[in-house]
C-alpha cells in the first residue's frame, strides 16, 4: 500500500509540474464570442493556456453543448465548460490553442471589432433628399440587421443609401440609435454608428437581443 501511495504522489507531482509547464498568458479586457445553439454571447478573456480559458460572462449561462470559442483573430475552438461561478467560467479547449496568435489578434491596425451574427428583423428611418414619408416625416423602412457591433450594423436594405446618409436604426430589444452609412455591397450596407456601446453595454446587448431570458434573475455589475 506504501509503493501504491508514494507512486500516486509522484504521479500527482508530476501532473502539477506538467500544468505548470503548459505556457500561460494574462489577457485582461480582451474579447472573445461564445457561439452556442441559443447565439452569439460576448465575454472577455482573462486567464488563457493552449488547454483552456477563463472568461467573464454578463448574463446566465445557456446550454454549451457543442459551443465554439471566436477570438478577435478569426479563429474558434470548439470549448467543454469546466466550471461557474459568479461571473466568471472555466472552458477547456477541443484542440491546443495558439496563445501568441490569440493575442496579437489578426494582425490588422486597427483591430476588427467584434462583431455578433444575427438575422433580425428592424426598422431604419431616413429623412435625407427625396426620402421622405406620405407625411412629409423621415421614411421608415423595413430592413435585416445582419450583424452588430458596439461600433456599427451591417444591414440589408430594399432602399438604396448615399454614402454618409444619416439614418436612425431600431429593433426590438434595442433603442433607436443614429448612424452613417460608410459603405455598400449590393444592397448590403455598413452603418457606423455616432455613439458607440461600451464592451459591456454591447454584451447585454446582444443578450437581449437573442436571448433575454439569460438576463433574468442575474445582477449585473454597472461597468
Known sequence: MALLHRESGEQLVSCRAEQRAIPRARVLIRPAKLMCAAGEFVAVMRDISVRGVRLKT???????????LAFPSGDALAVELVWAKADQI????????????????????????????LNLPGRL???VGFFRGPAGGPLSVAIRIDNLSGQGARITSPVALAQDQAVRLSTP????????MRWRQENRYGLAFDE???????????????????????????G
Open 58 to 68: 454578463f448574463h446566465r449561462l445557456p446550454a454549451l453543448d457543442g459551443a465554439l
Open 125 to 127: 428611418e431616413i429623412a
Open 90 to 117: 472555466g472552458l477547456r479547449f477541443a484542440a491546443e490553442c495558439n496563445i501568441d496568435r490569440v493575442i496579437a489578434g489578426d494582425g490588422a491596425p486597427p483591430p476588427r471589432p467584434l462583431r455578433v451574427d
Open 173 to 180: 430589444g434595442m433603442a433607436p440609435i443614429c448612424a452613417h
Open 196 to 222: 458607440t456601446f461600451t464592451l459591456s453595454e454591447f454584451a447585454r446587448l446582444a443578450v437581449r437581443l437573442q436571448a433575454p431570458d439569460l438576463l433574468i434573475g442575474r445582477a449585473l455589475p454597472a
